[in-house]
């Protein structure tokens, strides 16, 4: 039974690394997103510099080319960040159904046990009812 509480702790620790690390992504995945938002907040307040003042509209091309390949890396990152995630909860999930299938056994195993122990003790009951009813 000691083994078995030790496989339980031991998957139950999995499980909670794996959520820490799954939750480090989540994160990473939102601060991706909030800077691909920024990132066209800064195109829109660019153009509307544009419109307004003539000379800015020269930078505009330079400015566009270089906030494409910025929105590009930023899109590439988060696409990484999906393909990690996506991988994280893969793992969460096998290391969960492990420690259900830890837990499923271990129940099993107490249940067996009482069953046993309960079989035993009315054996023994039965056994001393029988000795009286010798004697009687």
Do not use: C, P
Not at 23 to 42: F, H, M, N, P, Y
Not at 121 to 126: G, I, M, P, Q
């Amino acid at each position: 039974m000691k083994a078995m509480a030790s496989l339980i702790r031991i998957s139950t620790h999995e499980v909670e690394t794996l959520q820490k690390r799954l939750a480090e992504i989540v994160d990473r995945r939102t601060a991706g997103e909030l800077k691909l938002a920024i990132l066209e907040a800064e195109g829109e307040s660019e153009l509307q510099n544009a419109r307004a003042d003539a000379e800015a509209g020269w930078y505009m091309a330079g400015f566009r080319e270089g906030l494409k390949a910025r929105k590009a890396a930023a899109q590439s990152t988060l696409d990484t960040i999906a393909l990690e995630e996506e991988g994280a909860r893969d793992a969460l999930a096998e290391a969960f159904e492990a420690l259900k299938k830890y837990e499923h056994v271990a129940e099993a195993t107490k249940q067996a046990a009482r069953k046993e122990a309960g079989r035993r003790e009315t054996a023994a009951l039965d056994e001393l009812g029988l000795r009286r009813a010798a004697r009687g």
